[in-house]
């Protein structure tokens, strides 16, 4: 059984930084991609970055480059996003997905995930 477990979410000033991880377990796929989505309140879920687990690329959306980092431990099946100088627009709830096939990258918000996690809460207030 497929297990995403986000952490890491909080209340953050605008400026601020946060990291999330999301833990993966139960699954044997050799080539996956994790990639990490948020939803505003109102609004539809939106991708923001993903990673292969079999290379160092990664994709991050406009909104969010230069400021968020994905990044991963193969060894401990976790992916992390580093998110800096946060914005109040950053806000929402943040998942985590799994992909069971590696996908290019620019791509990888074109395809339907196999798991995701439960979510965890930004909130960038002052």
């Known amino acids: 059984q497929v297990q995403l477990v986000e952490s890491g979410g909080g209340l953050v000033q605008p400026g601020g930084s946060l990291r999330l991880s999301c833990a993966a377990s139960?699954?044997?796929?050799?080539?996956?991609?994790i990639g990490w989505f948020r939803q505003a309140p109102g609004k539809e879920r939106e991708g923001v970055s993903c990673?292969?687990?079999?290379?160092?690329?990664?994709y991050a959306v406009d909104s969010v480059k230069g400021r968020f980092t994905i990044s991963r431990d193969n060894a401990k099946n976790t992916v992390y996003l580093q998110m800096n100088k946060l914005k109040p627009e950053d806000t929402g709830v943040y998942y985590c997905?799994?992909?069971?096939?590696?996908?290019?990258?620019?791509?990888?918000?074109?395809?339907?995930?196999?798991?995701w996690g439960q979510g965890t809460q930004v909130t960038v207030s002052t």
């Open positions: 139960g699954f044997t796929s050799k080539y996956y991609t």
């Open positions: 990673i292969r687990n079999y290379d160092s690329s990664t």
């Open positions: 997905a799994l992909l069971r096939i590696g996908v290019p990258l620019t791509r990888c918000f074109s395809h339907k995930y196999d798991d």
